[in-house]
């Protein structure tokens, strides 16, 4: 695998993350807002602070870019198929249960 697609995926995985936790710490905290208003408890003693919403949602989506991460860095390259066109590939360990059996025979004379 080449450095650039590494670096590519990397960068999305990064930037996909941060804007999770950007919309979901923004969403969480406007809904905690919204039901605050509206006089619905959110603790069961005292009170939370809204950043704390924002700042556990952002924890949590960063938790979770973490973990793909991990995963997929952990995860064994041949065992993933993203196109049709690597079963037809040599080097794919499907396309040799795929392919009939073959007598070779050494040619006389």
Do not use: E
Request: glycine content about 10%; proline content about 5%; some cysteine.
């Amino acid at each position: 695998m080449s450095t650039t697609i590494t670096g590519a995926r990397t960068s999305s995985l990064r930037s996909t993350t941060i804007v999770v936790a950007a919309v979901g710490a923004t969403a969480t905290t406007l809904a905690a807002a919204t039901m605050r208003a509206a006089g619905v408890h959110l603790a069961a003693q005292g009170r939370i602070p809204l950043a704390a919403f924002a700042q556990f949602t952002s924890a949590g989506a960063v938790l979770g870019g973490l973990l793909v991460a991990g995963l997929n860095r952990a995860a064994p390259s041949h065992g993933a198929v993203s196109s049709r066109s690597q079963w037809r590939s040599p080097h794919c360990p499907a396309w040799h249960r795929q392919q009939p059996a073959t007598t070779w025979r050494a040619k006389s004379g």
